[in-house]
């Protein structure tokens, strides 16, 4: 596609249960980011892939998140046992570089009640 | 540890005047920086970008202007318009540190008509 895709668009869960996300991202970009912003902060890094080297997992806030990228491309981040406080907007941006910038998704809103 | 920050959460500003929109970091190591534009429900655009040789970079209506001793950037919008109206998130990053980016907690910009 065109631009970065992220499904679900909304995503109502209740506590404990598990999440997941998917970022599909612009076709040939090597590099993508999650991202996520809660009600009045700022964008707060969780994770980075680029190409075949290892993720920078070192945003993810604890050990119920993880995130993988199958074969370079889509990549899905899930949290297990969700809390109140991971309610956020999740955003997924991927790029070919700095100098390009990066394109984000439109971001998968997440409430967990 | 906010390593990058927006210090005016808000600005208003009257059509065809300028907006200012400042950004300041910590780290020194920082050697890019991009402005991105961000309307509700929407995830980020790239807006203009800046690396640490320039401290200037101007792109139609838009000039990033970059002060490295004072680890200060800012971005210019010449002349305002109402469409310009979002919140503006600044990102910088750091080369050597693999390229992620960090972003500021925003400023929402109102062009009032």
């Known amino acids: 596609g065109a631009g970065v895709s992220q499904s679900p668009s909304n995503k109502v869960t209740e506590k404990g249960k598990d999440v997941e996300l998917r970022c599909d991202p612009i076709?040939?970009?090597?590099?993508l980011y999650w991202y996520r912003q809660s009600l009045g902060q700022g964008l707060e890094f969780l994770i980075y892939f680029q190409g075949n080297s290892a993720p920078d997992k070192s945003g993810l806030p604890s050990d119920r998140f993880s995130a993988e990228r199958t074969g370079g491309s889509v990549s899905t981040l899930t949290i297990q046992r969700t809390q109140q406080e991971d309610s956020a907007v999740y955003l997924c941006a991927s790029g070919q570089g700095s100098s390009y910038g990066y394109t984000f998704g439109s971001g998968t809103r997440l409430t967990v009640v | 540890d906010q390593q990058v920050k927006q210090n005016s959460p808000s600005l208003s500003v009257q059509e065809g005047r300028i907006s200012i929109l400042n950004c300041d970091y910590t780290?020194?190591?920082?050697?890019?920086f991009l402005w991105y534009k961000k309307y509700p429900a929407e995830g980020p655009t790239f807006l203009i970008s800046?690396?640490?040789?320039?401290d200037k970079n101007e792109d139609g209506r838009f000039t990033v202007f970059l002060n490295k001793s004072a680890k200060h950037l800012s971005l210019h919008i010449v002349p305002s318009q109402p469409g310009d109206s979002a919140v503006y998130f600044c990102?910088?990053?750091?080369?050597?540190?693999?390229?992620?980016?960090?972003f500021g907690t925003g400023t929402s910009l109102t062009v009032i008509p």
């Open positions: 800046i690396s640490s040789i320039k």
């Open positions: 990102a910088a990053s750091a080369y050597r540190s693999g390229n992620q980016f960090y």
């Open positions: 780290n020194s190591m920082f050697d890019y």
């Open positions: 076709s040939g970009h090597t590099a």
